[in-house]
């Protein structure tokens, strides 16, 4: 774009633009390089500090061990298992909502219309409400004598099922709080899907599911990777699910840590399992941006 | 192929309306909850009442909770505008030799378990010696939602011709007049957004405030300590308020940016 029309104009004047460019844009990325540098790396090489630190202690940076990873590795630790259930349970989410969230983003794109706008507010909206309080209105409807159970008895059942506490509604509650993060994205990458595109290829006389996978699919995936990812990595990191609706019945990694930072008092043995899901989110997250082009997903032309 | 449409849209119609419902229905259940007029919930209600709306609005902890709310979410509005007003000039109106590296580095602490953010941030508070408090809440929100300001931000400056600013500064005008006069007021839309974006995501945050705001308490922690220990109908009406003060401030300004749209088109 503006590098194609400079290229015609005079050498010097076409460096000293760039130059200037150049400085202006580092200007502008500084004070959040400020922000992110004291407020997400440092505490980042806080934790990796600690997690290097003598257990039980607060010797940060005072003395160095490998014991809290010895431990962590440990096999009669059930750590692992905490890391299965949020790494299982983080795929399933990602699963469901991928089935639950296409028609919609679809819908956004090419059905709604006029009304488009609107739903989206619908959708946004409850990431405006503290996730705590949604999820206890969860609770007030599957518990006993609640919504649910309250309605089938009036109407002559024997009563509701008992879900609440079991790891299953720890599943709905993830899929219920992550919709959105797996919604929005996936709407930007059928935005790149060109209408026309896909009206040649009917006019062709291509199948529906021929234009799905061979037109459609290929398209919009950049949008659809980037909302598998971030709903794969925030419900990696969910506690809310597990200790609202789940009623601890199973122990997911996050909580992991933090009882290892309350209850166990232990802050080298929770940060090391912190930087442990921090590589692997990070490596994770950095792998699939790089293969990633944001421009054209947020829209430059 | 008309009429194989018409199913297929009255199909994902139907389905976008299910899941709306689905989404809203927990809500719902909060507020039916917080009209009941005994302590315990029971479904079908037995008798409603405004007594514990009532209670929630005089009870003096709760204001100061309230308040505490309020206040740290208008300093993070405050100070991510500004810092992401720029963040999202660097993203996607400057070419620079960092901005791709730059794109994808903003987005880490986006896609970061908050719960395990907050808390390296109470070690980092902890490590360098600084007690925590609604101050130090204000800052741990503003890293969270920084990147995210930034992101809502750079979609309108995508759209943004950046002539009209060189045009200003060939007419003479110096950096501080171009960034008034032309470069504010076309992403005014973006900045707006990001304003409601901002206050928002802070007034609703539970994660990073459970870790940071030490003996303070914003509305999310104090719903999320009597939802574990000492459940009253006051939590249902104080997360019902909150959740009606979310949705009428969206909707102040959502009119409020549609009006200053229209006017400045007319």
């Given at each position: 774009m503006a590098d194609i029309a400079l290229a015609h104009a005079p050498e010097t004047a076409a460096e000293l633009n760039r130059a200037r460019a150049l400085s202006a844009g580092a200007r502008c990325a500084l004070p959040v390089a400020i922000l992110l540098g004291i407020g997400f790396l440092a505490p980042l090489v806080a934790i990796l500090g600690y997690a290097f630190a003598t257990p039980r202690s607060f010797d940060v940076f005072r003395s160095f061990t490998l014991e809290n990873f010895a431990t962590l590795f440990d096999p009669s630790n059930t750590v692992w298992l905490s890391f299965l259930w949020s790494c299982g349970f983080a795929l399933a989410t990602v699963a469901i909502l991928a089935v639950v969230a296409y028609p919609i983003a679809y819908g956004l794109n090419v059905v709604f219309g006029r009304a488009a706008p609107l739903i989206s507010v619908l959708f946004v909206f409850p990431l405006f409400v503290s996730e705590?309080?949604?999820?206890?209105?969860w609770v007030l409807f599957y518990i006993k004598n609640g919504v649910l159970d309250g309605t089938l008895k009036w109407l002559g059942f024997s009563g509701g099922p008992e879900v609440l506490y079991t790891p299953g509604i720890t599943l709905f509650g993830m899929v219920y709080t992550y919709l959105p993060f797996m919604l929005f994205p996936m709407t930007l990458g059928l935005a790149l899907v060109p209408r026309d595109l896909v009206d040649a290829a009917r006019d062709l006389g291509a199948g529906r599911l021929f234009i799905w996978r061979e037109i459609e699919l290929p398209l919009a995936m950049p949008g659809i990777l980037i909302g598998m990812l971030l709903t794969f990595v925030l419900a990696i990191g969910a506690t809310a699910e597990a200790k609202i609706l789940?009623?601890?019945?199973?122990?997911?990694?996050?909580h992991?840590?933090?009882?290892?930072?309350?209850?166990s008092q232990n802050w080298p043995l929770g940060s090391a399992l912190a930087v442990i899901v921090t590589v692997f989110i990070s490596g994770l997250t950095l792998f699939a941006l790089s293969k990633l082009d944001l421009d054209r997903m947020l829209g430059r032309r | 192929m008309a009429i194989t449409h018409k199913r297929r849209d009255a199909a994902i119609w139907g389905w976008t309306l299910f899941v709306l419902v689905v989404i809203y229905l927990p809500i719902a259940c909060g507020a039916l909850a917080s009209f009941n007029k005994s302590r315990y919930f029971g479904f079908p209600v037995k008798q409603y009442s405004t007594d514990w709306w009532s209670k929630t609005v005089d009870s003096i902890e709760i204001g100061m909770i309230v308040k505490t709310s309020i206040l740290v979410a208008l300093l993070v509005t405050v100070v991510s505008v500004v810092i992401a007003t720029f963040g999202a000039l660097a993203f996607a109106r400057y070419d620079w030799k960092g901005r791709r590296l730059y794109q994808k580095l903003i987005l880490l602490p986006i896609f970061f378990p908050q719960p395990v953010l907050g808390l390296a941030m109470l070690l980092g508070f902890n490590a360098v010696g600084i007690q925590t408090s609604w101050a130090?809440?204000?800052?741990?929100h503003t890293v969270w939602i920084v990147p995210v300001v930034t992101l809502v931000i750079a979609i309108q400056v995508y759209g943004f011709d950046p002539s009209l600013e060189e045009a200003a500064f060939d007419l003479g005008c110096s950096r501080l007049q171009v960034l008034r006069e032309v470069t504010l007021p076309l992403l005014w839309p973006g900045i707006w957004s990001g304003m409601l974006f901002a206050f928002l995501l802070s007034w609703s945050n539970f994660p990073l405030s459970l870790y940071t705001t030490g003996a303070d308490s914003t509305i999310p922690e104090w719903l999320y300590a009597k939802m574990v220990a000492g459940y009253t109908p006051m939590v249902p009406a104080l997360g019902t308020m909150a959740t009606l003060g979310a949705a009428a401030l969206l909707l102040a300004g959502g009119l409020i940016g549609l009006l200053v749209r229209r006017r400045a088109a007319a």
């Open positions: 705590n309080v949604r999820l206890y209105g789940g009623g601890q019945s199973i122990i997911v990694i996050s992991d840590i933090e009882i290892a930072f309350t209850y | 130090t809440a204000v800052f741990a």
